[in-house]
């Protein structure tokens, strides 16, 4: 969407140049280092925006971080999320970020390993998902000594949140906390090795009886079918 006063679309070169700009001082946030928005909206005014008013960059921007939010990403607090923003606009945003490389998406990123999984979870969890996440329906599988999944840590912590810290097995509390948020672990329904896939609708959470009950017990089918009953958006795969 384009400001009353500027009813010109903006072309693919004038959108990438605003997200770079936008990406770069995302980089220098999320690194604890300072900047002025002022100072970068006029360069871009004196450059690949020379057409835009001061006011329709910032407004771009506000796009942009509408976007990221969406997409349960991080995004510059000095730009808050523009409201209505128009389907065609949020899509040719999507496009070009999948082309570029987020700042610090190390701390976002889906990962097969356990420990660094939950440590990521954690955070996003404390930060707030505010969007669903989409999920994967084809996990990445890597080898290591043994065969592990790349799962993504905001499927985790959506679902952990759901749950507030209640099993969806038991309905018992969580037994203990872990980095200050009550530890369940976050079974999928269909096992990931079975194709299954990595998105709430195939994830519950746990304590930990009851997820060894789903690998290890005599009626670990009987009580894995239960789970459907039990927990509303869970889908049959």
């Not at 065609?88 to 945003?93: D, L, S």
Request: glycine share 6%; proline share 5%.
């Amino acid at each position: 969407m384009d400001t009353p006063k500027e009813k010109s679309g903006w072309s693919d070169r004038e959108l990438e140049a605003s997200i770079d700009a936008y990406l770069k001082m995302l980089d220098r946030e999320l690194n604890g280092q300072t900047f002025k928005k002022s100072i970068e909206n006029q360069l871009l005014r004196d450059g690949p925006l020379s057409k835009r008013s001061a006011s329709s960059v910032e407004y771009r921007m506000q796009n942009i971080s509408a976007v990221l939010e969406q997409m349960s990403l991080p995004r510059i607090s000095g730009y808050m999320p523009a409201k209505n923003i128009g389907a065609g606009v949020a899509q040719r945003i999507r496009k070009v970020l999948a082309s570029k490389v987020m700042p610090s998406a190390g701390e976002f990123a889906p990962t097969s390993d356990q420990r660094t999984l939950i440590s990521r979870a954690s955070n996003l969890q404390k930060k707030g998902l505010k969007v669903e996440p989409l999920g994967n329906p084809n996990p990445q599988q890597v080898s290591t000594t043994t065969t592990s999944y790349v799962r993504d840590p905001k499927i985790r912590a959506w679902v952990a949140e759901l749950a507030k810290g209640v099993c969806e097995g038991c309905g018992q509390k969580a037994p203990f906390e872990v980095d200050g948020l009550p530890f369940l672990e976050v079974h999928h329904v269909k096992h990931l090795a079975q194709q299954g896939s990595d998105s709430i609708t195939n994830a519950v959470a746990l304590c930990p009886n009851c997820h060894r009950r789903c690998h290890l017990a005599s009626d670990k089918e009987a009580f894995t079918l239960s789970l459907y009953g039990k927990v509303s958006r869970l889908v049959a795969e």
